[in-house]
């Protein structure tokens, strides 16, 4: 097949230097039948990188995490900010009553509305690092960044991984006459509700991604990231101070960590074709690999990218999100077969998870 | 709230672009124009083929990170079905501008919103394909794009085809499928709580808006009959029966 002339022989660096299609091509289809299709990294196409996670590395903010796949490593951290309500346009007042109403009836778009209307995750990543040569150090986000980014928000909103209840800051005013009339005069401000919780502030979590070196599937390992350090978020308890008009918290040990909805993984894998300049006709003669948990030399070989994202912390495989774009191999039964890839991965990311809480 | 209704089309709308067209549906309304070949930016140029250029600009503000995304997605897809190696070092450029989209009857509507819009994706996509056979631009194929959602009725899971901004907010799942007109899935994007069951059953809602069966051999009254009685837009049919239209319109002095 198409290796290296004897004669003029190249070293393997130079070798994918010059010509990255061959080069992987001559890599993944081996001439002889006994030796399996091995990728230039050294990995069967269907092999992953296993996840390294380590939590709480990060000690100013409330939850971070450092994954690493590969050679590709991410850092978040997560930072709450306070929000008062009196600062939110459009904010429309909700009670104790009408929430409880709401989280009870199950009614998922309405609590996905709050997190969605007054912009309480605010996901960032920051390519710009120097983490990999194609992306220039202090340069505005590049499309990938952007698209990343969007990405992250959509499915942080779309999983519900972050409960509403979680974030929402009361004030409950003290209960002054509470067995007796209702309609005792009451010197502070509060008029006729002042018995009733209110909703005074809003947590803001912002989540900061930092890729520290880039080598290939960038969505997976942040996608990582941010469940591990959502995961390992803690904030602090904090009450309503109503003359000052401020959110205080007593002490800097008294936290309570986020509950996490469920464990959506995701797992991508790219197209590589054996032509690389095949008019699009030919493309169903072309022969293919998948390629699972692409590397960034990979990644600029290939169109065509799918990601899954599943989660099986309910027992049965849900899917919480399906991406499939840039080209015609992958139809129904590849994704259908690539949902039980991403199954197994989602045990190996239970497995890394768990084993750096213990 | 938009009722469902048939798509509309028109070729051809802006005078200088090479290629132009206006479409509306579902609230929809999208003008997109193509330019091209033309000659690449130096950072763009591709030695072996063309590099496509997708601009969404949205129907207010200034285009942000959903656009981006946005406009990977088109361009991914799109430069898969434009014979791009036919034009080295070259640049085909659509720019798409939102013009109308459906009235949301909830409060808080954003004027920016930085999460993906699924039900604007096929809009954009049939915009594309339409401009870019007006700009007589070379393709393998055309495609055609639907959005789906499964929505919960009381206790029954609902199949929707071009849901409402309303249906959307509680929707279970959102989908979006493109296929090509040689009956392949060029893109599929979901995102909600699905099980692999209930993603076939989307795929396949999707597959017969996208490719049904060409029935033109028993007449055009049979395709009318048959698209009225499944109760839902022949998206293919529909971008063929527009070019037939214009080009019967331009041919007409003949």
Redo the contacts between chains.
Sequence with gaps: MATAPPALSFSRPAFAKLSPHPFLLASLSQSDSTTPASRTNGRAPNQDRPFQIHTSSLAHAHGSALVRLGDTTVVCGVRGEILPVTSIP?Y?PATLYDVEQLDAGG???LGR?EL??Y?LLVPNIELATGCAPQFLPGVPPT?LA??L???V???L???NVVDPKDLRIWYHPPQLATDEDDKMDEDDGQEDQAAKPELKAYWVLYIDLLFVSFDGNPFDAAWTAVIAALKDTKLPVVRWDPDRELAVCDSRTNVSALNIRGLPVSCTAAVFLEKE?A???EAHKNKYWMLLDPDRLEEELC?EVVTVVVDRSEG?????????????V???EL??GF?GIAEKRWEAVRCAMAKDIL | MTANTAPEAALGVLPKADGSAKYSHAGYTITASVNGPLEAQRKDEHPNEAHVDVIVRPAAGVGATRERHLESVLQSSLSQIILVKNFPRGLIQIVLQIEETPENDYVNTKLVQASVNFPIMPALFQTCILALLSAAVPMRATATASVVAIVLEGEKKKTVVDPTPKQLQTAQSVHVLAFTSHDELLLAESEGDFTVQEWDEIYETAKGICCRPQTRKSGAEMVLDEADVAGQADMRQFIRSTMEGKVAADLHWK
């Design positions: 459009q429309r009614s998922v778009g509305g969605k209307d912009d499309t952007q698209k980014s969007t990405r928000y959509s499915l909103h779309s999983c300049h008019e699009g006709g169109q049965e495989t849900r899917i919480r999100s399906i991406e499939k774009q840039g080209g015609i992958i139809g129904r994704i259908r949902v």
